[in-house]
């Protein structure tokens, strides 16, 4: 009888030899073999493994590897690259370069502010014939803002771009007084306008009425001009804000309304609703005011303007390029008032160079629909822009105006509009689209860097005393805004420190984060102890 050997599981045929088998059997009538599980006698025992050692380990080889990496910076928003100044005529590039070069203050906010004082001086009567088949026809009209923090530049960029436009106004007005003087009361000539600030719909009414060239609204307070447009009697904002919306597109306009301000027998004709848009706004101040407006797309009939942080070492003189701007305008003005009855028209090559960046603006609407649908509503209006600045652009070009837009300055609008489409990218990825944990995240960043030394940890009890907004906020805005520095390699998981519910307790900080970011530090730190003193002072 052959015997068989026994299986390598340590399981036996139950005719195998107890003395072979070195087991005993089982309930089953089996042979267990006690020595199965056991490693040779010439192997040493594995060791025991340690979950302790392990992690700590594991913590170790993790924040040297966090040491070794450089934090991203979340104090600075980037901004789209400014203006440049072969995207404008000469006339207006000039301008923007001289008045930057004296106040270093962003060129590109010149740059925006004279082409929308530009175009709101040139007659809305002269007009761009842009499709002679569908009758599609534009005025040089634009409405625009400049968008910058407090002292960034706005007013004083603003306040030259425009000046000869009041100057004007202001010359008009003194004539039409003299030559009414001895008028009887309701059979005055009209008044002349160029520009308003402050003013609602029967007054406007009154004012267009009498001025069909169109006007200039400016305001250096965005939401100054938002209150205006909800601003109502008897509850009608809703249709003054229409009223307002349809400045933007000009052309005749029937109102039937009767008193406050209104013809009395109700029937006004106004020849020309148009108007231009000059406003300045903060990022923050934007963003609020956002919220509490309709979705109409106000917003996105503006040409926004996101004006770099200002040259505080500038110093000089532009003053000979104010009084050059300020003949240009005047010219313009002139110019337009005697030339209105023309239809200007696009050159071929011009006309082929509009065709194509339509195609590609109308393309790039359609693709950022679903991704960003604010912005793809803004580009829907650029082909109009585009035809608008190409109209102002061609009156202030420095060249004789002829009937034909040429393709040179065809080229300046296209540039132009291009550089618009990247700020207003950015007004809707970024300043429209603020996420409240990053917001509370560049906070507890701004408290790590504003501390007097360098600190090699923080915890929440840290976090409630030094970071804004840390101590009111919700577990979950906690958790995203830390998870954020975490990700950008400001703070990592304090290595053998204690978990509450799964969160971290304490946190390692970066130590080069007080290196790369000391400048900002230093400014949060002078910004605080001016708060400081300023409560001291009031008490």
Same mark, same amino acid.
């Given at each position: ?111 925006? !502010?004279?082409?929308?004082? $530009? /175009?709101?001086?040139?007659? #809305?009567? %002269? &007009? @761009? ?102 601003? !109502?009697?008897?509850?009608? $904002? /809703?249709?003054?804000?229409? #009223?307002? %919306? &349809? @400045? ?107 065709? $194509? ?6 393309? %790039? ?175």
């Amino acid at each position: 009888m052959v015997a068989i050997p026994p299986p390598q599981n340590g399981f036996h045929n139950a005719s195998t030899p107890k003395s072979e088998a070195h087991g005993h059997r089982n309930g089953g009538g089996m042979w267990w073999d006690e020595t199965a599980d056991k490693p040779p006698a010439d192997k040493p025992a594995a060791p025991a493994f340690d979950a302790d050692d392990a992690a700590k380990k594991l913590g170790e080889k993790l924040a040297n590897e966090f040491f070794a990496r450089t934090p991203r910076d979340l104090l600075s928003k980037p901004v789209p690259q400014p203006f440049e100044l072969d995207e404008a005529p000469p006339p207006i590039a000039q301008f923007a370069h001289a008045f930057s070069l004296a106040t270093g203050i962003d060129h590109s906010g010149m740059i925006v !502010a004279a082409t929308t004082a $530009a /175009a709101s001086i040139i007659d #809305d009567r %002269l &007009q @761009l014939d842009v499709n002679p088949g569908s009758r599609w026809v534009v005025s040089a009209r634009l409405w625009s803002f400049l968008c910058a923090p407090p002292s960034g530049g706005k007013s004083p960029t603003i306040r030259p771009a425009t000046d000869p436009i009041k100057q004007l106004h202001m010359a008009l007005f003194s004539n039409w007084e003299k030559e009414n003087a001895e008028a009887e009361k309701g059979k005055e000539t009209p008044i002349p306008a160029l520009f308003t600030s402050d003013t609602n719909v029967p007054s406007l009414t009154r004012t267009l009425k009498s001025n069909p060239r169109g006007i200039l609204m400016l305001t250096e307070e965005f939401s100054s001009w938002i209150g205006a447009i909800d601003c !109502a009697d008897k509850g009608d $904002a /809703a249709k003054n804000r229409g #009223d307002m %919306l &349809q @400045l933007r597109d000009g052309g005749p306009r029937q109102i039937d309304r009767v008193g406050n301000g209104y013809a009395r027998h109700g029937y006004t004709l106004v020849p020309n609703w148009g108007a231009s848009v000059l406003a300045a706004c903060t990022p923050d101040g934007l963003a609020m005011q956002m919220k509490k407006m309709p979705e109409d797309g106000l917003i996105q009939r503006f040409i926004p303007c996101i004006m770099a942080p200002r040259n505080l070492e500038a110093e000089g003189d532009c003053s000979a390029a104010i009084e050059t701007w300020a003949a240009v305008i005047r010219w313009a003005y002139q110019f337009t008032s005697d030339y209105h009855q023309h239809r200007i028209r696009f050159s071929p090559e011009a006309r082929a160079m509009f065709k $194509a960046e339509e195609k590609e603006q109308q393309t %790039l609407t359609v693709a950022t629909e679903s991704m960003t649908p604010a912005f793809a509503s803004h580009m829907g209006k650029h082909p109009g822009m585009l035809a608008e600045v190409a109209l102002t652009f061609h009156v202030f070009s420095g060249r004789q105006v002829g009937p034909e837009i040429d393709a040179e300055t065809m080229s300046y609008a296209i540039r132009f509009m291009r550089r618009v489409r990247k700020h207003a990218y950015y007004l809707y990825s970024a300043i429209l689209a603020s996420s409240p944990a990053f917001d509370l995240a560049q906070a507890i960043a701004r408290s790590i860097v504003a501390v007097d030394k360098p600190i090699p940890t923080i915890n929440r009890e840290w976090m409630n005393q030094h970071a804004n907004g840390f101590r009111n906020a919700d577990d979950r805005l906690r958790q995203s805004a830390l998870e954020i520095l975490q990700d950008a390699d400001w703070i990592t998981t304090f290595t053998g420190g204690r978990t509450y519910g799964g969160v971290p307790a304490r946190y390692s900080v970066h130590p080069k984060v007080f290196q790369l970011f000391a400048r900002e530090g230093e400014m949060h730190r002078a910004r605080r102890a001016a708060v400081v003193e300023l409560i001291k002072e009031r008490n």
